[in-house]
């Protein structure tokens, strides 16, 4: 069974730091792009970053450049998001997912975790 599995949501006061792991089971990801997405409450889930298979090259919202960092680690299936300068608009559902190409687009990827929610306080 394919499985993604977000951690590392939580609350936290703007201007903080916060780090998203994702751990896949079930499938060989190491061959797949992996993204990260989120979803506000009433809105649109969203694009957030993305990278390709092999780490080299990355892909960022305008939203969240320079204050975020996507990166992978293929022997473990993982995937992190490091969130720095974080603001209250952050505040989402945050999903990991995973696919054949690094799009920006969230038809471009087939498994996806449950999320995980974090929250920014102003």
């Known amino acids: 069974q394919v499985q993604l599995v977000e951690f590392g949501g939580g609350l936290v006061q703007a201007g903080g730091s916060l780090r998203l792991s994702c751990a896949a089971s079930?499938?060989?990801?190491?061959?797949?792009?992996r993204a990260w997405f989120r979803q506000a409450p009433g809105k649109e889930r969203e694009f957030v970053a993305a990278?390709?298979?092999?780490?080299?090259?990355?892909f960022y919202a305008d939203s969240v450049k320079d204050r975020c960092t996507i990166s992978r680690d293929n022997a473990k299936n993982s995937v992190y998001l490091q969130m720095y300068n974080l603001k209250p608009e952050d505040t989402a559902v945050y999903y990991c997912?995973?696919?054949?190409?690094?799009?920006?687009?969230?038809?471009?990827?087939?498994?996806w975790g449950q999320g995980t929610q974090v929250t920014v306080s102003s």
């Open positions: 997912a995973a696919g054949i190409r690094a799009a920006t687009g969230k038809g471009s990827y087939n498994y």
């Open positions: 079930g499938l060989t990801f190491g061959s797949l792009a």
């Open positions: 990278i390709t298979w092999n780490g080299g090259s990355t």
